[in-house]
């Protein structure tokens, strides 16, 4: 029991870590990863029960893991190699954000095999004392939350992008930080599941029913 | 009946997907008699999939995952050379969006990773591609309007 206790001790701390982009963003009173994770989990309840097929124990459970490495792990940004050492250099960072992160194929394989042997590390560190059987099981769905190994991993993995979309349009409306259009061509190339597609349709329906369908 | 969904696979991920199925298959005919396996020393394998040694639920719901996929699969092929200069599944394409060039592959959903700039022929995005030439205009409206310019295509052989 006190290895499972000092584990929720571990994890605790992500209700209150700011996710980094909204930081970068200059985002006032930002979720939490803790919080993100919590409206994934429902998310994928919610938009799985539509979609039907998946085993829902498995669903919920890797929504509430998925990004539990982060206790250790640095919370990349795709934007990362582009941004200065220093983040107070404010001006600088604000051209950043403007425009689309732009790398070549190569650049993009790189930086993600970095970004996932770092929070595999970080994984297995936050997990190393928890029962055996435990441990695999969550290292199991982390894994397949994040090679898409099961339909299960392949609907969370895509679910927490429109979460993430759906926080960022709600910065946007309120806050008027992000550049909404970004997100906009973002979403429509990374998402495919026509449930989660639909779901998106219905966001922009809210959100940008007053914006002209011009460029 | 309901018709299953049809899975396209590059050469390179239909054949890895067919050993991952069969060192899976194996572990799991070790597991039933008790045998220590032997079959995870091969290169073709992520170490990582470890967890599969021990964690019985996952080793069965990736088994069943790649049994309907293997059942399914449809091979993207190169297009023959008269056809190259149209975008298929398996181009690599280099697009003008908002003033700059970005390059992308376009795969079937089962591999699109668009952190590794591979996107799904079923996204919007990819799904407006398909059947375009160099110099064509795609707008995507969501409604806001997003123009893509196609540049460049190739495929890898």
């Known amino acids: 029991m006190k290895n499972i206790l000092n584990f929720l001790l571990d994890i605790g701390r992500l209700k209150g870590k700011e996710r980094r982009g909204w930081l970068l963003h200059e985002i006032k009173k930002s979720e939490s990863t803790a919080e993100h994770m919590f409206r994934t989990a429902l998310l994928a309840w919610i938009l799985g029960k539509e979609k039907g097929g998946l085993n829902w124990e498995r669903l919920l459970k890797m929504a509430l893991i998925h990004d539990i490495c982060e206790v250790y792990a640095f919370d990349a940004t795709p934007y990362d190699p582009l941004l200065p050492k220093s983040l107070k250099k404010r001006k600088k960072i604000r051209e950043i954000l403007k425009k689309w992160p732009k790398f070549s194929l190569f650049q993009k394989q790189k930086r993600e095999l970095a970004k996932y042997k770092d929070e595999l590390k970080g994984l297995e560190k936050l997990i190393s004392h928890l029962p055996s059987g435990l441990k695999t099981e969550i290292k199991g769905l982390w894994l397949d939350y994040e090679n898409g190994l099961t339909k299960e991993g392949r609907f969370v993995k895509q679910v927490d992008k429109v979460e993430n979309y759906l926080q960022g349009i709600e910065y946007w409306k309120k806050q008027g930080k992000i550049q909404y259009k970004l997100w906009k061509r973002w979403s429509r190339e990374i998402i495919d599941d026509p449930i989660l597609l639909k779901f998106i349709k219905t966001i922009d329906q809210k959100f940008f029913a007053n914006i002209s369908s011009k460029k | ?157």
Do not use: C
């Open chain 2, 1 to 157: 009946m309901v018709q299953e969904r049809e899975y396209y696979l590059t050469e390179q991920g239909l054949i890895r997907l067919k050993a991952e199925y069969q060192h899976l298959r194996k572990l799991k005919s070790a597991k039933i008699t008790g045998e220590v396996p032997k079959v995870w020393h091969s290169e073709d394998l992520n170490p990582e999939y470890l967890s599969f040694q021990e964690d019985v639920g996952f080793l069965e719901a990736r088994l069943t995952d790649l049994e309907k996929v293997l059942r399914t699969a449809k091979l993207i092929k190169t297009p023959p050379k008269t056809k190259r200069d149209m975008i298929n599944l398996g181009a690599t394409v280099a697009v003008e969006v908002d003033g700059n060039i970005d390059e992308f592959t376009i795969v079937g959903s089962l591999e699109a990773n668009p952190s590794l700039g591979k996107i799904s022929n079923e996204s919007p995005v990819g799904k407006a591609l398909l059947g375009r030439r160099i110099g064509d205009e795609v707008i995507i409206s969501s409604p806001i309007q997003v123009l893509y310019k196609v540049k460049k295509i190739r495929y890898s052989s």
